[in-house]
């Protein structure tokens, strides 16, 4: 399953780097790229998130999730 999120507040690679290391972290969670112009993450996982967990873990790298 691929899902979209759109993540404020990221502006470098340490950004991208954080986000990305709390993402894959959650359980199910296979696949975490991020296109950091956009300010979008694309997460590939073994069955649907829980929006809050995401938020969450996004939340804990710094930064805030904006959509679903």
């Given amino acids: 399953m691929i899902t979209n999120y759109q993540v404020k507040g990221m502006t470098c690679?340490?950004?991208?780097?954080?986000?990305?290391?709390?993402?894959?972290?959650?359980?199910?969670?296979t696949e975490v790229q991020v296109d950091l112009a956009a300010g979008r993450v694309t997460?590939?996982?073994?069955?649907?998130?829980?929006?809050?967990?995401?938020?969450?873990?996004?939340d804990e790298a710094g930064y805030d999730l904006v959509e679903a």
Avoid: Y
């Avoid at 073994?46 to 873990?57: I, M, N, S």
């Fill in 13 to 29: 690679g340490h950004c991208v780097s954080a986000v990305s290391a709390e993402v894959a972290a959650l359980d199910g969670v």
């Fill in 43 to 58: 997460v590939t996982s073994a069955g649907p998130l829980d929006t809050g967990v995401v938020r969450a873990a996004v």
